[in-house]
């Protein structure tokens, strides 16, 4: 071998050797951090002993004699597969990240802190049932007991080994009831109703009359598209399902809306307009069983691990102490099942979306502000921010009677004019009983608890959706919402008048919509309107989802009842469901256009195509992509740029209308000089730039095009999957994996139009649960049940998710001990 090849042998060979070792520490460090799942372990502070069973998924079902075991074993479970996630977690609740990750993350912090998640999550822990908190700390034991038997922090997660690089001293402190009850203040915050919305019609108002503003709003198409509740109105202070109604300054928003994005999304990084969710549920009238059917699918940001984990909790024997016997979906680092179904009942979730926040406009003087002609003191207190690797940072946090003022902790925020912050009120920072509401779905037996459950339920605001194996369905619609003095919630408002007060109090649970075993046989909820306000009145939002994926989801319930009964495989095969529920209006406006060149052969492709949007489709991949240049050259040319369209069902609404107006301004581009264009221009420009961009991604080739090509998922850790540094993100992230739908497709997997393709908000899990059977009930994950990258639990769903399978869910002992491959015996 000549002398230059012999020494590039050497060094070759020395660098695998190299690899070698590393690869064998980074297995030995990432093996260490896998849990115990077999055997037996002592747990002090059990009263008896507990079993858990893992299936080859890693599910833990948790069997115990006492409520206190069962939850303290659940925080112990929580903890071996996710604790650095709840670190995180609890960290980013309480404005502490940058004790983590240092100076990156103040601004983030700053953000929390004003809003106080963490002080609102404390003053609210002494307000719960004495149960509830015990339960809380009996969780916080378990969480505490796992975090005595691994001391070091390499033994606790792949993640704490990367961190030691920047934060060698970081310990993690023990784990407290209020961290619990914070994380649920997150989930607010992410499920928050149209606070982005007030911002986005103010700032474009810097831009546009009001008049035009109002055309990128439209209302609720109530006549196309129906709302949750069709029947009932309030009748002598309480909702009646039979009743029948009678017949009667813009830079301190730019601030405010900055940092409204500086706060990180806890349930990941979706564009707001991508997160929703889908339920519906059957009545046994309609099923094979003869029994009610429920699905759920809640459609978060997508992220590593997921948002959620599977688990059962099981009472060896149903008592007064011990009343749990619920199998579902839960939070890492919260106790119980937030949805899921017991031995007789089952319910699903998604987001009411109600008008629970409002933007004041305030004028502040020095340590003061305007109200009502007085000059009154600002509330104030002083947050300190702990920096690894630098200074601590110590922010002034002021808040008028409306509540923070969130434009004040940006750096550079010098607001002028005359309105020179911005308040917000938010139901969520004031102390509530969610935590309370958790425990009673979870032991609730019939429609009754559950209404009482429902009541606790005060924020976020969810459409609750309900079956139980006696027969019934039902819905339910809880949550703290505000009666406002005056107006309607759509734009920020002056906090100086007093005119545009909250009430003190919210609108009656008993006056919200409610719903039971309705005539149809069947309820759809999909973030759609809950209820008409002609028979309603107390305002909910006027920002709902526009209607298309609960009227898709209406329309297959009632196609596949005229086949004949509904079994379970009908309700997962409404959930795959990807048909696009504009194209039948935007199609036929774009086969009239003139066009010339090779844009017109693609243009083809849409006379043929039935409006879904599987993998391999061709017209769905040209269609988005059109679709996509539409929403850019006709609004972006008006819009700032944080209003600007990132899609979504309201934006169908918009199109429509203005199609009908061939000349309207909004088809003009503004930035063109000596020429005003009209519909027909922005289409034909719109044809022709999808063809040139597919053509540049995916080759001149238009039948080559997939819609799987384009739509694509990255699984994201949510911490150190987006540090930055190619390995580390390598260690974490995992995909792309190419998905079918789209955005308000019923199979709707987010995408911003701003952006790109890839996917930004999923079907976060799927449940469909069978009430003659429990046990033929079937689930699935968006990822997996472990957090630590590289266990074969990590991302073992997600393939299948993808492909819309779903996993059994089993909830009997004898299934859950036959599908077990581990076996785990805590003592006392």
């Excluded at 042998?9 to 460090?29: K, P, S």
């Excluded at 069983?289 to 024997?317: E, I, T």
């Excluded at 912050?421 to 009673?440: E, H, S, Y």
């Excluded at 911003?752 to 908000?761: C, F, L, P, R, S």
């Amino acid at each position: 071998m000549p002398r230059p090849l012999r020494w590039f042998a050497r060094v070759l060979t020395v660098l695998v050797a190299l690899a070698l070792v590393l690869a064998g520490v980074l297995v030995y460090t990432v093996r260490k951090s896998f849990p115990q799942v077999d055997g037996s372990l002592r747990l002090p502070g059990l009263k008896g002993n507990v079993e858990i069973y893992r299936d080859k998924s890693g599910i833990p079902h948790i069997y115990a004699d006492t409520a206190a075991d069962l939850f303290m074993a659940q925080g112990f479970v929580h903890a071996q597969d996710r604790f650095y996630e709840m670190d995180f977690r609890r960290h980013l609740t309480s404005g502490r990240l940058s004790e983590l990750f240092g100076k990156a993350t103040v601004e983030n912090d700053k953000a929390i802190r004003t809003m106080g998640w963490r002080r609102v999550a404390e003053q609210e822990l002494p307000e719960l049932s004495q149960e509830t908190q015990d339960y809380l700390n009996a969780y916080a034991k378990g969480v505490n007991a796992w975090l005595s038997a691994n001391p070091n922090a390499s033994d606790r997660s792949l993640e704490y080994s990367i961190l030691k690089i920047q934060n060698g001293g970081y310990q993690p402190e023990k784990w407290t009831a209020a961290d619990s009850v914070a994380w649920l203040k997150a989930m607010a915050w992410d499920l928050r109703s149209n606070m982005e919305d007030e911002i986005d019609r103010a700032l474009a108002l810097t831009k546009l009359p009001r008049e035009r503003v109002e055309q990128l709003y439209p209302g609720y198409p109530y006549e196309r598209h129906s709302p949750i509740v069709t029947e009932g109105t309030v009748e002598q202070g309480r909702f009646d399902q039979h009743a029948e109604p009678r017949i009667r300054a813009p830079r301190a928003l730019s601030q405010a809306a900055r940092t409204l994005d500086a706060v990180p999304s806890t349930m990941g990084t979706a564009d707001r307009e991508g997160v929703g969710s889908n339920s519906w549920v059957v009545s046994g009238e309609y099923t094979k069983s003869g029994k009610p059917l429920l699905a759920n699918d809640p459609h978060l940001s997508p992220q590593m691990p997921s948002v959620w984990y599977q688990a059962g909790l099981h009472c060896r024997k149903i008592t007064e102490e011990c009343p749990y016997d619920v199998t579902g979906f839960t939070f890492s680092g919260v106790p119980g099942v937030v949805i899921g179904h017991t031995d007789k009942i089952a319910w699903g979730f998604t987001n009411l979306g109600p008008d629970v926040a409002d933007l004041f406009l305030e004028k502040v003087q020095g340590d003061t502000y305007l109200y009502q002609g007085q000059q009154v003191k600002l509330e104030t207190r002083q947050e300190q921010i702990k920096v690894a690797g630098g200074a601590p940072v110590t922010i002034t946090v002021k808040s008028t009677r409306h509540g923070p003022l969130i434009n004040e902790v940006m750096d550079d925020a010098r607001p002028s004019g005359e309105a020179n912050a911005v308040a917000l009120q938010w139901t969520a920072l004031t102390p509530g009983r969610t935590a309370d509401a958790v425990f009673a779905l979870n032991k609730a037996a019939d429609w009754g608890e559950f209404k009482a459950a429902a009541a606790l339920f005060d924020v976020p605001a969810q459409n609750l959706i309900y079956a139980d194996t006696t027969g019934k369905i039902g819905y339910q619609a809880p949550g703290r919402i505000p009666v406002r003095e005056k107006g309607d919630g759509t734009w920020p408002v002056p906090g100086w008048t007093g005119e545009y007060e909250w009430k003190t109090a919210p609108i009656p649970y008993d006056q919200l919509p409610s719903v039971e075993d309705p005539a149809d046989g069947f309820i759809v909820t999909a973030n759609n309107a809950v209820i008409d306000p002609k028979r309603y009145k107390p305002l909910l939002t006027k920002d709902w989802a526009h209607g298309y994926r609960s009227e898709r989801i209406r329309e297959r319930i009632k196609e596949a009842i005229k086949k004949g009964p509904i079994d379970a495989a009908d309700m997962s095969a409404i959930q795959q469901d990807t048909y696009n529920g504009f194209a039948d209006t935007l199609v036929p406006a774009l086969m009239r256009v003139d066009l010339a060149g090779p844009s017109g052969e693609a243009r083809q492709l849409l006379k043929t195509w039935d409006r879904t949007q599987g993998l391999d489709s061709t017209p769905a991949a040209y269609f988005n992509a059109v679709w996509r240049q539409v929403l850019m050259l006709t609004f972006d040319d008006d819009l700032p740029a944080g209003a600007r369209p990132a899609g979504g069902d309201r934006w169908y609404d918009v199109v429509g209308r203005l199609l009908d107006s061939p000349d309207d301004p909004f088809w003009d581009d503004v930035t063109t000089k000596n020429r005003k264009e009209t519909r027909d221009d922005i289409l034909r420009q719109a044809l022709a730039s999808a063809y040139q961009e597919l053509s540049d991604r995916l080759g001149p080739e238009v039948k080559s095009w997939r819609w799987g090509d384009l739509h694509r998922l990255e699984l994201v850790n949510g911490s150190l999957g987006t540090s930055g540094i190619g390995p580390v993100e390598a260690l974490f992230n995992r995909g792309p994996l190419s998905v079918a739908g789209s955005k308000d497709a019923v199979n709707a997997t987010g995408w911003n139009v701003q952006k790109g393709y890839e996917i930004t908000a999923v079907p976060s899990m799927r449940m469909v649960v069978d009430l003659s059977d429990m046990n033929k009930s079937q689930w699935i994950n968006l990822t997996g049940a472990s957090g630590h990258a590289f266990h074969e639990n990590y991302w073992d769903q997600a393939e299948a998710w993808a492909r819309g399978e779903l996993l059994p869910m089993y909830s009997k002992p004898e299934s859950v001990k036959k599908a077990a491959v581990h076996t785990l015996k805590l003592t006392p």
